[in-house]
């Protein structure tokens, strides 16, 4: 019983970090982007600004969004959209300043910014399959039922088996806790995402090139 529950556990903890690790590629990635669109010339720059406010917002909200529901879906859907506008003024800048760093380092982190969206997605996705959990309940459940039964045997209080079975509970709501992203009382701050969007609230702290330049 030990080994299933560690066995359960490690994958729950696992799959939890990867969520947090995602989350905050994520925010660091849109950030950078933020800045560096910072530096694009208008109309692109301002454009571009706008998009990410309304990108950062997606993605907090994909936060709260269970997956396999249709909120999240449409989230997700919604984040696709936005990445669309915001690639065409990329090629616009670029178009317009070839040459120039601005633009292929905006390109870049942007190009960041749509691939961590499906590492994201995947990682909310990416639940303890069912049989392994499964397993858990059933082999709990055959291990309690055998040492109730080798107490009664022996004629001891219920006293160990009750512990026991206190134990291995909190254990299997544990690793069902962490399995469910956004919801529970474990779950993933959104935290970098929310600091990131109150960072918006600020005048952009860079200026884009003056005409002509």
Do not use: C
Not at 27 to 44: D, K, M, S, V
Not at 55 to 69: K, N, W
Not at 99 to 111: H, M, P
Not at 184 to 202: F, H
Request: a positive charge; aromatic letters at 4%.
């Amino acid at each position: 019983m030990g080994l299933i529950l560690a066995f359960g556990l490690t994958l729950a903890i696992g799959r939890y970090d990867g969520r947090r690790v995602a989350l905050i590629d994520d925010a660091n990635a849109i950030g950078t982007a933020y800045l560096r669109a910072q530096t694009l010339a208008e109309p692109q720059r301002s454009k571009s600004l706008r998009l990410l406010v309304q990108y950062t917002e997606a993605s907090i909200r994909l936060s709260h969004a269970v997956p396999t529901t249709v909120g999240f879906r449409t989230t997700v859907a919604e984040e696709s959209a936005l990445q669309r506008p915001l690639w065409r003024l990329a090629g616009q800048a670029l178009d317009r300043s070839p040459r120039g760093s601005a633009a292929r380092l905006y390109v870049d982190s942007l190009n960041e910014v749509i691939n961590l969206q499906t590492v994201r997605v995947s990682a909310l996705n990416n639940r303890v399959p069912g049989t392994v959990l499964v397993l858990e309940l059933f082999g709990a459940a055959v291990s309690l039922a055998l040492l109730a039964l080798y107490a009664a045997m022996l004629g001891r209080g219920a006293t160990a088996v009750v512990l026991a079975g206190i134990l291995v509970t909190m254990l299997i709501l544990v690793i069902f806790d962490l399995d469910r992203p956004t919801r529970g009382l474990i779950r993933v701050t959104d935290a970098p995402l929310v600091a990131l969007r109150a960072s918006m609230e600020l005048p952009p702290a860079a200026s884009g090139p003056r005409a002509g330049q």
